[in-house]
C-alpha cells in the first residue's frame, strides 16, 4: 500500500529548502528512524519498531510561486499493518506542518490506507442496511399484510417502488429504496385518514369510540411511533441520529471516497450498535400477540405479487420443507448475522440461504450472494462449526421452463470454487404455497 503526499511551504532558503534539510528534520523527531530509503516508527522512545515503509521525497520551486514543494512517497509491503502505517503517515503529517507553522499545505495525492479502509467499511455498513430492510420487511408483512409497501409507506416513496425500472431480482420492495428513503420509511411522518374523512368524522355531535379512534388517526405519526418503538427500547431521535450519521460516512463509501482510520473506527462502532438495536427488535417480532389463525388472515388476505411477500412466503416454505424433513430449524443469532436459519439434525448443522430467483439473472445474483454475504461469512469462526452452506434459490413460476440442467451445470462451476461445504439447489413454491426441489 501506498501513500503520496506534495506538501507546499513558503520558500525559505535558509531553512528546510533542501530534501537532505526536510529528512533531517524528519529525524529530529525521536519516533521516526530514518536511513537511507526506509523509514520505520515506534509509539514510544523506547518501544519496537511496528511499522516501516519505503520511503523517498523529492523537491523543487513552484514556478512563478515563492514556494517551494515535497512530494513524498510512502509504500508499505504489508497490508495487514494498515492501522501501524496511518500512524506512521499521520505523524509524517504532523512534523511537515511543523515547517511553516500555519502556512504548510499538506496534500493527499494517493490514498491506499483510505482504500482499504473505504474497503474494509462496505460490508459493516451493507449488512446494517440489509438488517433494517430486513426488519421493516417481517414486521410490515406480519403486521399491515402483503401490500404492505402501498399501505405503509408514503406514496411519494411508494411511487419509487413502482417506478423501479430494473429487472426485479431482490427479495422485498424496500431493496428498490436507497439507504436514505429507509429512514423516511422509518421516521416520515404520516396520517392514516384524509382532511375530509376528518370533516365528515367532526360533522357528528356524539363520537363513539370507534369515532374517537379514527379522529386519531389525522395525527401524523412515523412508523416507528406506530410499530417500531415498542420492539426497540432506544429513543427515537437517538437511532435516527445514529442511522444519519452513518448514511454520511456510507456516502463516503459509495461514492469511492477514502475512509480515515477514525471514520472506519466510527462506522465499526455504530454499525455494532445498530446491529444490536436492530437484532434484539428482530427478536421480538415473536412477541406480537398475534395466534397463528390471525397471522394466516394477514398474509393471506390481500392478492399481491409483490417481492415482498413472495420471499417471506418462499422462506417459511423452505423452513417447513426442512422440518419435514427431520431438522430443528433455528432462527436468531448466526442465521440473522448471515443466512436466513440453521437447520440441525443429529451431527448435522446446516446454514440455508433462501434467494428468489429468476432463472435467466441466476449468475448475476449468485455473483453479489457470494460478494457480499456468503464470502464474508466463510471468514468468521462460527461458520467453521457448520457441516455444510445450502444455498436455496426458489425459481420464478414465469420461468419454470428455463432448462434446470443449466441452472445446475452453472452451480457446480461456482460450487467447486467453494468445496463440498457449500451446495446450491434448486427449487419452486406450488400453489399450496409449498417448496419441492427440482431435479437435476
Known sequence: ???????????????????????????????????????????????????????????????????????LVLECQDDSLVDEFSELCEKIKSISGRIHPGATAINTIWDDI???????????????????RKLIAKFMLIN?????????????????????????????????????????????????????????????TNFD??????????????NWEKYFSSLIDEKDSSFKEKWKIIYKLRNKVAHNRNITKSEFNQIKGLSLKIKDIINNAIEKLGEIDLNEEDRELIIYSYNSESPAAIGFLSEKAVAEYYTKLGFEVITGGLAQR?????????????????????PRRFMHMIRMVFERQIQPALHTSEI???????LICVLRDEDSDYPTSKLYSDASRISEQFGEKLEIFFGMLNEENEFTIIDR
Not at 533531517?24 to 519496537?48: A, H, M
Not at 483510505?114 to 459493516?124: D, N, Q, T, V, W
Not at 428513503?181 to 382532511?195: N, W
Not at 369510540?209 to 412515523?222: G, H, M, N, W
Request: charged content about 35%; some cysteine; aromatic content about 10%.
Open 1 to 71: 500500500m501506498k501513500t503520496e503526499f506534495l506538501i507546499l511551504v513558503p520558500s525559505d532558503e535558509s531553512f528546510c529548502n533542501s530534501k537532505k534539510a526536510f529528512v533531517d528534520f524528519l529525524k529530529v523527531e525521536t519516533l521516526l528512524s530514518v536511513s537511507n530509503q526506509k523509514i520505520s516508527y515506534r509509539r514510544t522512545t523506547k518501544g519496537r519498531e511496528i511499522v516501516s515503509a519505503k520511503f523517498r521525497v523529492e523537491t523543487n520551486m513552484v514556478q512563478s510561486k515563492k514556494e517551494r514543494y515535497f512530494h
Open 209 to 222: 369510540a370507534e369515532d374517537k379512534e379514527k379522529i386519531l388517526k389525522y395525527v401524523p405519526r412515523s
Open 338 to 358: 448471515y443466512f436466513d436459519f440453521l437447520a440441525l439434525k443429529d451431527s448435522e448443522k446446516v446454514a440455508v440461504e433462501i434467494k428468489n430467483v429468476h
Open 144 to 204: 399491515v399484510g402483503m401490500t404492505w409497501s402501498k399501505d405503509a409507506i408514503n406514496p411519494e416513496l411508494f411511487k419509487k417502488i413502482e417506478d423501479f425500472n430494473e429487472e426485479e431480482i431482490y427479495l422485498n420492495d424496500l431493496y428498490k429504496l436507497d439507504f436514505i428513503h429507509l429512514e423516511q420509511v422509518l421516521f416520515e411522518k404520516k396520517r392514516d385518514i384524509s382532511l375530509d374523512e376528518l370533516d365528515r368524522l367532526l360533522q357528528k
Open 114 to 132: 483510505g482504500r482499504i479502509y473505504a474497503e474494509k467499511s462496505y460490508p459493516l455498513i451493507n449488512e446494517v442496511e440489509n438488517l433494517m
Open 384 to 390: 467453521d462449526s457448520t457441516t455444510k452452506i445450502h
